[in-house]
């Protein structure tokens, strides 16, 4: 069964830093190669949405327009592990992160869902 499990939320000031990480279990190394790996949030009371993606077969990675140039994500498959640095916080960027693994090549379908830490960016 693919677990996957996200760590490196916590508090942090506006314009602060974080780097999220998801650790995947249950997929062998190789089997985790062939996965794109994406990063969500959800605010309360909004529905989630995408943030970032890696995609397997090429390295390619895809953000949503407003954290382009502040978040990267990025994999470390020896690790079976995605993270997701976020630079330049703001508070509006409060929300559960969740880590998804999927692999749909348009980045629309995703097949595992971590349980989510919180981010909470203070003013």
């Known amino acids: 069964q693919v677990q996957l499990v996200e760590s490196g939320g916590g508090l942090v000031q506006a314009g602060g830093s974080l780097r999220l990480s998801c650790a995947a279990s249950?997929?062998?190394?190789?089997?985790?190669?062939?996965?794109?790996m994406g990063w969500f949030r959800q605010a309360p009371g909004q529905e989630r949405e995408f943030v970032a993606a890696?995609?397997?077969?090429?390295?390619?990675?895809s953000y949503v327009d407003s954290v382009k140039g502040r978040f990267t994500i990025s994999r470390e498959n020896a690790k079976k592990t995605v993270y997701l640095q976020m630079n330049n916080l703001k508070s509006t960027e409060t929300a559960v992160y969740f880590c998804?693994?999927?692999?749909?090549?348009?980045?629309?379908?995703?097949?595992?869902w971590g349980q989510g830490t919180q981010v909470t960016v203070s003013s």
């Open positions: 998804a693994a999927g692999r749909d090549v348009t980045l629309r379908d995703w097949d595992y």
């Open positions: 890696v995609a397997w077969v090429h390295g390619g990675t």
């Open positions: 249950g997929l062998t190394f190789t089997k985790f190669t062939t996965y794109n």
